[in-house]
Nanobody
C-alpha cells in the first residue's frame, strides 16, 4: 500500500509557473512508476507525464511537451511536476498515480494508487 498526497496547485496567470509535488507514504516510492494526470470539467482524465521507477525513462503528452518536466527524488519519496509557460487550457484538477509496473505507464487503468488531486487554475 502507498498513500499519495499532491500539493502545489493554485491560481497563476498565463505564462507563469507552478511546481506540483506528489508525496508518498507507505511502501518505498522507488518501487512504483508514477504519472501525472489532469481532468478538466466535462473532460476525461488525461496522462500528461510519467516516469519510471529509477527516473531513467519519461513520457510527456504532446500538450505539455517542452513546458512540463517530471522528476523524482526517491530519497524524499516525492515526484514533482514543474509546469512552465502555463496556459488557461491547463486549468484542471491534477492527480498523481502510482503503478507497480517497472516502466513508464501511460494508461490510467494500469495505475494502482491515486492521490486526491490538486486544483490548478490559470487565468488569462
Amino acid at each position: 500500500q502507498v498513500q499519495l498526497v499532491e500539493s502545489g496547485g493554485g491560481l497563476v496567470q498565463a505564462g507563469g509557473s507552478l511546481r506540483l509535488s506528489c508525496a508518498a507514504s507507505g511502501r518505498p516510492f522507488s518501487s512504483y512508476a508514477v504519472g501525472w494526470f489532469r481532468q478538466a470539467p466535462g473532460k476525461e482524465r488525461e496522462c500528461l507525464a510519467a516516469i519510471s521507477w529509477s527516473g531513467g525513462s519519461t513520457y510527456y503528452s504532446d500538450s505539455v511537451k517542452g513546458r512540463f518536466t517530471i522528476s523524482r527524488d526517491n530519497a524524499k519519496n516525492t515526484v514533482y511536476l514543474q509546469m512552465n509557460s502555463l496556459k488557461p487550457e491547463d486549468t484542471a484538477v491534477y492527480y498523481c498515480g502510482a503503478s507497480i509496473w517497472d516502466r513508464v505507464v501511460r494508461v490510467q487503468n494500469e495505475y494502482d494508487y491515486w492521490g486526491q488531486g490538486t486544483q490548478v487554475t490559470v487565468s488569462s
